[in-house]
């Protein structure tokens, strides 16, 4: 969860990695972008990207919102009486959440898939279009 969570540009400079291969090379200096795992801030950056995130996007994810008040570090801690009293649809809310932030993929291929109805693909590919589309919009890619 935490290479997931982008650092604030400002802030950047204060992740900064000097680094070299060995003595007789240059000092090389790197900021790192995302939350670094180990570092003292993590759990509580972690905490308060998923507290920020039932606040900011509760309206659209209504069952994620309240299951985000039992949680520990990044593990959610909730359940239901039964399937049918929305379990289901707990889980694709707690899967669509950090998607609903940012969408991003690299392969030209998988977006011109997106774009496309998925009926006009294989099977295989129309399924795997199919589920993405079904936490996503076209438009988030």
Do not use: C
């Not at 507290?51 to 309206?59: I, N, S, V, W």
């Not at 520990?72 to 009486?81: E, L, P, Q, R, S």
């Not at 039964?82 to 707690?94: A, M, P």
């Amino acid at each position: 969860m935490f290479r997931q969570i982008t650092v604030n540009p400002e802030h950047r400079n204060f992740q900064r990695i000097l680094w070299r291969d060995n003595a007789q090379h240059q000092i090389q200096e790197y900021n790192l972008n995302t939350v670094t795992y180990g570092t003292g801030q993590t759990i509580f950056l972690s905490v308060k990207v998923l507290l920020q995130l039932a606040k900011d996007e509760g309206h659209r994810f209504p069952l994620t919102a309240e299951a985000m008040k039992d949680f520990y570090v990044d593990d959610i801690m909730t359940g239901a009486h039964t399937r049918s009293q929305g379990l289901l649809e707990l889980q694709k809310q707690l899967i669509a959440l950090p998607k609903a932030i940012q969408t991003w993929f690299d392969s030209q291929i998988t977006l011109s898939w997106i774009a496309e109805d998925p009926s006009e693909w294989e099977t295989y590919i129309a399924n795997r279009v199919a589920r993405i589309l079904e936490y996503t919009s076209r438009e988030m890619w």
